[in-house]
């Protein structure tokens, strides 16, 4: 009698692949990306120099990194992140509004089915 060689899956897989499209369900495609932190929009701009200066860093050495700059640095010098990020928060917001607005109105005047009674 042949062996069965198909593996069963591990539990860990079969969870995450269900969580994967719970998620992916719920999240709405083209909606607007979520804001930035002043912290994300430093680190935008200091990882090529941060990889320059380290060019043997990893990834997570990296980050390591930039957190501890981003830990120096005193408020006259995040302030330039800070307002980058709440002009981003502004247009995530405005684009998270006028997403809600496109989807209701969109619900709103297709929700009825019109009968023509042309019959020519």
């Not at 269900?18 to 709405?28: D, E």
């Not at 640095?73 to 607005?101: F, I, W």
């Amino acid at each position: 009698m042949p062996k069965d060689t198909t593996k069963p899956k591990r539990k860990a897989a079969e969870k995450a692949e269900k969580g994967s499209k719970a998620k992916a369900a719920s999240k709405a495609k083209g909606g607007p990306k979520r804001a930035l932190s002043a912290y994300m929009f430093f680190s935008q701009d200091w990882r090529e120099r941060i990889k320059t200066e380290n060019p043997d860093a990893g990834f997570g050495e990296v980050g390591k990194l930039l957190g501890a700059k981003w830990k120096e640095l005193d408020e006259d010098e995040k302030k330039p992140y800070v307002e980058l990020a709440a002009k981003d928060k502004l247009r995530a917001e405005e684009e998270k509004a006028s997403m809600a607005t496109t989807k209701s109105s969109k619900e709103g005047s297709g929700g009825e089915d019109q009968v023509d009674d042309d019959d020519d």
